[in-house]
């Protein structure tokens, strides 16, 4: 069972349209963190969400932490081909990360 | 601020042999790094978590024999896998917390045993 349950697992969209990926768990997390990773290549985080109800924005990426601090959201507006990539959610449990299974988001021009 | 660095980035072995992975925290102390493990198209999946000066604690199902961990200081943390097979073609990751408990991200290591 995953204890962290990321929707959807695959995306693929045009250029300039809006989508929304949710990261949701039966779990507390002390803290939500998101990250994006190229292939090849590390993960690199975008942010971290502590407080349930935060709404934290990035560009044209906004997170959001539910009130519970059982899931998360990540927004992305107007999508570019740039924001190709993996995204993947992690909840901070015990000092450690739990990931979510990721979501492959193609970007089409 | 907060970068990490691996080496190295990719190997190739014969099976059989025992590669080592170096995980460093290039500006900042961490006293605890993690290493993960990632298949294509996957999330990742954590190995191990490696505090200085203590042994690692491995999740459940790694094989603490079959990858050796060494935490020599606060900024280097060395993943040993032992007679590599095929099976453990991957790209493995680490990790290191700086103080405010956040987790940044090695570019990964890829391994390619033949």
């Known amino acids: 069972t995953q204890l962290l349950e990321q929707s959807p697992q695959f995306l693929s969209i045009q250029e300039g349209e809006n989508l929304t990926v949710y990261c949701n768990s039966s779990s507390v997390f002390s803290s939500l963190q998101w990250y994006r990773q190229e292939p090849g290549e590390g993960p690199v985080l975008l942010v971290t969400v502590v407080t349930g109800g935060e709404v934290k924005k990035l560009k044209r990426l906004t997170f959001q932490f539910g009130d519970a601090r059982k899931d998360s959201s990540l927004h992305i507006t107007a999508a570019q081909p740039g924001d190709t990539g993996l995204y993947l959610c992690a909840g901070g449990k015990g000092g450690k990360l739990i990931f979510g299974q990721g979501t492959e988001l193609s970007v089409k021009p | 601020g907060a970068v990490v660095s691996q080496h190295p980035s990719r190997v190739i072995c014969k099976s059989g042999t025992s590669v080592k992975i170096e995980c460093r925290s290039l500006?900042?102390?961490?006293?605890?790094m993690f290493w993960y493990r990632q298949f294509p198209k996957q999330s990742l999946m954590l190995m191990a978590t490696?505090?200085?000066?203590?042994?690692?604690?491995?999740e459940q199902g790694v094989e603490k024999d079959k990858f050796l961990i060494n935490h020599a200081s606060l900024t280097l943390s060395t993943l040993t896998v032992t007679s590599a097979h095929p099976e453990d073609s991957s790209f493995y990751i680490c990790s290191a917390t700086n103080r405010g408990n956040e987790q940044f991200f090695g570019p990964g290591t890829r391994l390619t045993v033949l």
């Open positions: 490696s505090n200085e000066g203590s042994k690692a604690t491995y």
């Open positions: 500006d900042f102390q961490a006293t605890t």
